[in-house]
């Protein structure tokens, strides 16, 4: 239950209704919750200040919870922070009249650019009292720095941080450091501090997304019983309430739709508004890596499943609204592809928006559908397509496509859609319908298309030879192997953003090793020996932990890569050269451990390993393992396979994630664990 002391006292006598959410409170709340690493006081931290929101401002209540995320906008909408290092370092001795080297010389000392800002301010003597910042303010000041683009572009971006910066932390400024110890927020909490991390993209606070979908349910709860009755919300409503939200946002992860339509509506009744729709993405439902056929029988024992192939592409979900539907959705993608049938979106696993990279296949699509589909939601992959010997190529050649601003007729790489699930169809959510029902619906609203469009090839059996020649034959069709999914029954609705149970994959290639490959982040480089000096020969690599929001090293890797892919790797990583590991960087600190060089977290490669091991070098669920003596888990025999850039670094494996392949390879643990969230 929310109960945190709060002396009694109103913790923001400033604050009245119908203001703007003052800026400072917000961040009060942040320290507060930086301070405890208990996840129910965050919880509850995060729930009374979103319930004093509702109170006085509601109309604040989207930015104050963007602004807690850490996301300006929903993901499809592409609009990404994570400014680099340099161009803050620049902004805060500008706007604070330090010099770069001051700067730098306090980065080096304190290693938190945030706490760099923050000190920078308060030894900033002041002619004025900047009007203090509002959340909707500060929002709107980030947004405008993440979306210029074009010529200058950095410079104004450097001027938009420093427009901000200024007005940080009235209270602080001109205290010349007086009975101010930044590093433990005496003199108040800094806004300086958390404009950098928000800047950053890492606030760093152990509050993770889940934990502010929870504590916004729980303040809208409280919002409608209490403070419209008077009455305190039984468990039962809490945890009601809790559900409906998390459901309706796994369906419709937008909170510019789902906010005003939970203050319009109130909580309880969203599921009758919020339904899934064309135009905003879900996070795609993703599978379990198993070892062999034998392990897949055993978790699917005595059920009714199918063996689908396993195409080696993109993930692609499609969506497409007709003209003349019945009902008319708000297609709010930016760059919806419009045809005289219809419009239409495709969006990456990612929920980024591709639709500028495959104009072929928007322009195809209405060809491919039924007369009376008028709209729909498809979960596909794009498979590169050999239209000489109509046949899958390798994943390679598709990766060779342009990624935006394709012209139909310049489209080198012809792609063939194999369509896998349907999630929604003429004004309808599927997504709690079994999948045997999903399977059929797709195959009656859709016509294949050879080369264009195809159905999954599958096979439904339970026999181990059966599985083995499909397993065989899909690998020969350039497949990776075999998707495995629950046929009937509830636990084979579509589970958006859960890597499920109740979808497991077998690839050929791992079948002899750990189960999977692995999604790993780019930390750090050692430069090359002999041929190799002039690039980075090796790198160490981390996994990511959601909780902690940290990356945790896991190996170092210096096979698998061809020289040329080297000389790429060089350039791309050396524009992303900072001068020290980041605070949120958990690794060794042995003087023999450390890189030549570290980087911005910015790129994720997959790789291959023989075995996990545990090393007192890597700090990989060091956290999570009962040994508890600092090791962590790490990878033998890495091999690097290609670069995953559908994936942003915090979508890495995590360290969960690892600590299970880790317990699996030991038999330490034959628990099959519940269904997790995989995108949080
Ligand atoms: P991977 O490296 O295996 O693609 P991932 O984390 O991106 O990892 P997984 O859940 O592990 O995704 O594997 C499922 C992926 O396989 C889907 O994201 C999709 O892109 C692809 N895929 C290919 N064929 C199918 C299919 N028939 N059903 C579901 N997914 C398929």
Known sequence: QLTLKTGGKDPYPDWKAGDPVPYAALCTT????EMTTKRLEILAHCSLFLRQVLRLTPEDLLPTVQLMINKLAADYAGIELGIGESLIMKAIGESTGRSLNII????????????????????QPTMFKPKALTVRGVREGLMGIATIEGQGAQGRKVAGIKKLLSAADAHLAGKGGKGVD??????GPSEAKFIVRTLEGKLRLGLAEK??????????????????????????????????????YSELPSYEVVIPAMLQYGIFDLPNKCKLRPGVPLKPMLAKPTKSISEVLDRFEGKNFTCEYKYDGERAQIHFVAHDAPQEYATTAPSAGKSDK????????????????????????????????????LDCETVAWDTIEKKVLAFQQLMTRKRKDVKVE????????????????????????SFQERRELLRSSFVETEGEFAFAAFANTNDLEEIQTL??????????????????????????????????????????GVGDSIDLVVLGAYYGKGKRTSWYGAFLLACYNPNTQNYETVCNIGTGFSEAILEDFHSQLKQHVIDRPKPFYNHSTGNKDQPDVWFEPRFVWEVKTADLTLSPRYKAAADQLSSGDGKGISLRFPRFIKLRDDKKPEQATTSRMIAEMYQKQESVSKNRGPAVDDDF
């Open 30 to 33: 942040f320290s507060k919750i």
């Open 104 to 123: 730098k010389a306090d980065q080096n000392e304190i290693g938190d650019l945030g706490l760099v800002a923050a000190k920078s301010r308060s030894n």
């Open 182 to 187: 930044i590093t433990k927020d005496k003199g």
């Open 211 to 248: 934990t502010v979908l929870v504590a916004l349910a729980q303040a809208m709860v409280f919002h409608e019983t209490t403070e419209n009755s008077g009455r305190v919300p039984s468990t039962e409503q809490l945890a009601r309430g809790e559900r409906i939200l998390k459901s309706v």
């Open 342 to 377: 219809g419009v239409a979106n495709i969006f990456s696993r990612n929920s980024e928006d591709l639709s500028k990279k495959y104009p072929d296949i928007l322009a195809k699509l209405p060809t491919w559908v039924k007369q009376g589909t008028k709209s729909f939601v």
């Open 410 to 433: 310049d489209v080198k790489v012809k792609v063939c859609v194999f369509a896998f699930d349907l999630l929604f169809l003429n004004g309808e959510a599927l997504v709690n319908k």
């Open 471 to 512: 397993l065989e034959e899909s690998v020969k069709a350039s497949c990776e192997g075999l998707m495995v999914k629950m046929l009937d029954g509830p636990e084979s609705s579509y589970e958006p953003s859960k890597r499920s149970q109740n979808w497991l994959k077998v690839k050929k290639d791992y079948l002899a």
